[in-house]
């Protein structure tokens, strides 16, 4: 090798260790640093024209979507002006009771309010179609049940074939040979398959393969060959039963299963959901409207505290007008007036005054944000004592709380999954059988000369040739560990639900008893502040009468009517307290629809369900002897209604060997319950004191 070729090689070397090197640091460079290297290069004679997306991309835009006009975009849109400090004497009144006003929170809405929220959430919303969307879904029972539903599958597929074979022609045996393979050939094949809830797989099956070819050995150049066959699989161990099978479902993983019950109880879950939706609607509707009544109460009592106090100023200043009073208590007695007069304007349109009150029940009933009326609660509030019998109002609480309810479906849930993961651990040992008609047929139908083989149907219809099949499939996988870890996983998850259970049992038995006692103190504090108020009532008269006779000093009647309206206030506030109180206790124990006389139903059918309904129950037969009756266990033992009055004799008694409640049902017009005591007390009437 030559010098110069020698040098051109390291040259060309080191011209490309530069490159890779130059590569390498274009690629790492941080982005701090600047641009790639790419990025500077110019744009080129490409790169002069505009592209169609450029800024379009990320444009935001608004969806084209079909709107309704319903009753609630009606309410949204009908929304006037709101008011602020208006005079709501001026203002037309709108005679609501807490009966009326559940009702039509029942009743104008699909979607549940509710008073902390915002904005509504899609994700979060109850409605009223989310059972139904459960039902619907493929969670619900009607999906369930399409595992067992009837598979019919239909196949037809034609061939042709041209093959050259490798064979050596001999002149004796060419008439029975060929080197080219030609012909043409067809297969249909039906199947009906049906799955029982035991766990059977029955099966009908039609083949039919026709075929013609240049084959010299076949008696007619073309045949039609098929058969019809019936197979029936049964499982002895694994997948046997019909528990197991209403708990699995289709699923063929241990550890998923999607069957019937466990349907059922996303059904149940999802009324659950629904029914605790609407307690919290009915809470809140009761909540706003005692506020409603109280905001009214204080604006009231603030009025009667801005008069008394504009009467006090100006008796001070005609005094010091002519020349018997003092400027200070001139300025006293007006700037307690200005602070009423600040006070009624807060309770008029402040955040927690009338106006908001009033517009946060108008949301709740669907009603405009304002329409000119003013809401005006009539329904008085409840003033006498209420007593619950303890032992009745625990162990209603343990029965009917509806999340008790729930708990308790998901508890059944994983007694079920559990019952399915141990049969899951067994083997897969399947008996098999099969029969089959088989024909075979110059044409398909066979018309022409009666012959054999003239027809395949008529072949396969003479019974000549039948073949049949039986047995026994066996299937285990080597050491169960899949089937193990999900009775692991399965019994892990029911000790968690049992323990959740257990917790929420505990944290409602100590919730009704901090309801329970919030009555008692409710009701404690409204004698208190009722006594108060009469005796700041006494006061102000006494001062008044020093006051004119100028025996007493001008602070102590301010202080007198200041403390007038604040105990006032207290007492109404304590009132509604007492309402509110009474109202925690009733959905603590499980009884707060019951109470607002709220009954949850299903929507009307439709006329093609009905049909429906009609023509499966022609197929029903009712059986009288119980021992003609195969049943698995209940889900559920009897219905519950969250509307029905109970009885004070609720309490828990042995049924079977278990621990149920007793609980005795009347009709929702029967008399109030025993359990409620009512002791006399002054009415509100009678508390409308003048000055």
């Not at 304590?574 to 949850?600: F, P």
């Not at 029903?620 to 021992?627: A, F, K």
Request: negative net charge; glycine residues 6%.
């Amino acid at each position: 090798m030559t010098r110069s070729t020698t040098r051109s090689t390291n040259t060309k070397r080191r011209l490309l260790r530069n490159l890779v090197t130059a590569m390498t640091i274009a690629t790492t460079l941080p982005a701090s640093v600047g641009c790639h290297v790419w990025d500077r290069i110019g744009p080129g004679p490409h790169d002069t024209t505009t592209s169609y997306h450029r800024g379009v991309g990320l444009s935001i835009e608004y969806p084209e979507v079909a709107e309704c006009a319903t009753a609630v975009t009606i309410a949204a849109d009908a929304a006037e002006a709101p008011h602020s400090l208006e005079d709501p004497s001026k203002l037309p009144a709108l005679e609501l009771t807490l009966q009326e006003a559940v009702s039509m929170a029942m009743r104008d809405s699909p979607v549940i309010r509710s008073l902390g929220a915002s904005v509504t959430n899609a994700a979060t919303a109850q409605t009223i179609f989310d059972p139904g969307q459960v039902a619907s879904s493929a969670q619900g029972t009607e999906a369930a049940l399409s595992a067992f539903d009837a598979q019919y599958s239909n196949s037809l597929n034609w061939f042709g074939t041209d093959t050259p074979r490798n064979i050596l022609i001999n002149p004796f045996t060419q008439v029975f040979q060929r080197q080219v393979d030609e012909g043409t050939s067809a297969e249909y094949a039906s199947e009906l398959t049906k799955r029982s809830a035991l766990g059977s797989q029955f099966s009908i099956r039609h083949v039919v393969n026709y075929t013609r070819n240049n084959n010299p050995n076949r008696d007619f150049s073309s045949d039609f060959v098929g058969w019809v066959e019936a197979e029936w699989r049964q499982p002895i161990l694994r997948g046997a039963g019909l528990q197991y099978n209403r708990i699995v479902g289709s699923g063929q993983v241990p550890g998923v299963y999607n069957g019937v019950l466990i349907a059922r109880i996303n059904e149940d879950v999802a009324l659950a959901d629904f029914e605790n939706a609407v307690v919290g609607l009915v809470a809140d509707v009761e909540q706003a409207y005692w506020e409603l009544s109280t905001a009214y109460r204080l604006l009231e009592a603030n009025i009667k505290g801005r008069e008394s106090a504009l009467r006090t100023y100006q008796y001070q200043k005609v005094r010091l007008d002519v020349g018997a009073g003092r400027q200070d208590e001139e300025a006293q007695a007006q700037s307690q007036y200005y602070q009423f007069e600040a006070s009624v304007q807060s309770q008029l349109g402040g955040p927690a005054g009338l106006y908001a009150t009033e517009q946060k029940l108008r949301y709740l009933l669907g009603m405009p944000a304002s329409d000119g009326k003013l809401i005006k609660p009539t329904t008085d509030p409840v003033d006498s004592k209420v007593v619950f019998d303890w032992n009745s109002t625990l162990s209603q609480a343990l029965q009917r709380r509806v999340e008790i309810r729930r708990q308790r479906f998901r508890v059944k849930q994983r007694e079920f999954e559990l019952y399915a993961s141990r049969l899951n651990k067994r083997p897969q040992l399947d008996f098999v059988g099969l029969y089959r008609y088989r024909g075979l047929g110059d044409n398909l139908i066979g018309d022409i000369d009666d012959g054999r083989f003239d027809g395949l149907s008529s072949s396969i219809l003479n019974g000549e040739f039948q073949e049949w099949r039986a047995g026994v499939e066996f299937t285990l996988p080597v050491g169960l560990r899949q089937a193990s870890a999900a009775v692991a996983n399965a019994n892990l998850q029911l000790q968690r639900e049992r323990a959740v259970l257990a917790e929420t049992e505990l944290r409602i038995s100590h919730d009704l008893s901090d309801a329970a006692r919030n009555v008692e103190l409710t009701h404690q504090l409204v004698e208190t502040n009722y006594n108060r108020y009469q005796a700041d009532l006494r006061q102000v008269d006494v001062l008044v009468r020093r006051y004119l006779d100028g025996t007493d000093n001008i602070n102590f009647l301010l202080q007198a009517q200041r403390s007038v309206v604040q105990s006032e206030v207290a007492f109404y506030q304590a009132l509604a307290d007492y309402n509110l109180a009474i109202r925690d206790l009733h959905r603590e124990k499980g009884s707060l629809l019951a109470y607002n006389q709220v009954q949850l139903a299903e929507g009307a059918w439709g006329a093609g369900a009905q049909r429906d309904a009609y023509e499966k129950g022609l197929f029903l037969t009712p059986r009288h002897d119980p021992s003609e009756v195969t049943m698995t266990p209940p889900v559920t033992r009897r219905s519950f209604d969250p509307s029905q009055i109970q009885s004070s004799g609720a309490g828990l008694m042995m049924q079977d060997g278990a621990i149920v409640p007793d609980q005795q049902f009347v009709p929702a017009d029967a008399p109030a319950p025993a359990e409620v005591i009512e002791q006399p007390m002054p009415t509100l009437d009678e508390l409308e004191l003048s000055e």
